[in-house]
């Protein structure tokens, strides 16, 4: 067997003793990073998910876990191990929707079930695909928003940052915004600002639509991961500011992640819906249990989506196995 590219934890999730041993299964788990909170947690979630679910079901988890750095072709050695090992059941999440359908082919020679976990592949059909709800996520936020601003009496005048216009879920949330907020009568998007995730674009595409529209009070923020861009942005334009004060624009946004968490609860974010990752995680072990015990994949088209919840600046701090909020 060759040697495995990333480092590999092999990690046992016990069951309390029981009258009737639980069959063994082990996952074989591929990461393609490892580089923020997000997938820490995912991981976490899954074990102990593992570990509740499992024992319900008389299946006790054995986890075989690597990372591929953000590197396609160590992903794809990664799991070409896991092949070898013969892992009952290969979960992976792609560095490159493309790529990892060599690795789903090949597990499929083997007899390996296979499931993609939060990006599709977009090459083959692997088992099942978990993942979030993207457009339900975008239509919780607008819906939320408009009852929002409604309530306020705003006539809500918005900047949409989107992510990249080739990412599936950057353009479900887009989707929804849009047929929510442009029939609703109180939400007028002026610009959409295409960032391809970059940072840099969401700094500048904020200033640049600012200075275009200055009679903008509201934001729609595609993800709040570059959540520091923008408030550096609004600060240069004087308009970074927490609700009930004068200068103060309305945003919602999307994910949740640890910036935005802070952002909701000193009241300069006002909503969003949260990426959830104990929902991804707790979904993907049920659909594991279904895998194990011969049941097949019961969500439509194998593609198995958890919803996110909506985080407001009520209750932002009692929302809980919240992922990005400091416990």
């Not at 239509?139 to 599936?168: M, P």
Request: hydrophobic fraction near 45%; include cysteine; charged fraction near 20%.
């Amino acid at each position: 067997m060759r040697k495995i590219v990333a480092a590999t934890l092999v990690v046992g999730v016990a069951l309390a003793s029981t009258a009737v041993r639980a069959e063994d299964f082990v996952v074989g788990l591929s990461w393609n990073a490892m580089d923020n909170q997000l997938p820490v947690k995912w991981q976490e979630y899954l074990l102990s998910e593992a570990k509740a679910q499992g024992e319900a079901a008389g299946i006790n988890f054995k986890w075989v876990i690597n990372v591929a750095d953000a590197d396609p072709a160590r992903q794809a050695a990664n799991i070409e191990d896991l092949i070898n090992q013969g892992v009952n059941l290969i979960i992976a999440r792609a560095e490159d929707d493309a790529a990892i359908g060599a690795s789903i082919r090949a597990a499929d020679q083997a007899g390996i079930p296979f499931i993609t976990f939060d990006r599709p592949s977009s090459t083959a059909k692997p088992t099942a695909h978990v993942g979030g709800d993207s457009y339900d996520q975008g239509k919780t936020t607008a819906e939320a928003f408009v009852e929002l601003l409604k309530a306020n009496g705003v006539k809500g005048e918005c900047i949409e940052l989107q992510g990249s216009l080739t990412d599936v879920n950057a353009m479900n949330r887009s989707k929804a915004w849009h047929e929510v907020t442009d029939a609703s009568g109180v939400v007028k998007t002026l610009v959409s600002v295409p960032t391809e995730w970059n940072p840099e674009l969401f700094r500048s595409g904020t200033v640049n639509a600012f200075r275009a529209n200055p009679q903008a009070n509201c934001m729609f923020l595609g993800s709040d991961f570059a959540l520091p861009a923008v408030q550096s942005a609004l600060e240069g334009a004087g308009k970074w500011a927490p609700r009930g004060e004068a200068n103060h624009v309305w945003i919602a946004t999307q994910d949740v992640f640890p910036e935005a968490v802070a952002a909701i609860q000193s009241k300069y974010i006002d909503l969003g819906t949260t990426y959830d990752a104990y929902a991804h995680s707790k979904e993907a072990i049920r659909v594991a249990i279904r895998v194990a015990k011969g049941e097949g994949v019961d969500c439509p088209d194998n593609i198995c989506l958890a919803k996110g919840r909506l985080a407001t600046q009520e209750n932002i701090g009692t929302l809980e196995n919240l992922w990005s909020r400091a416990e």
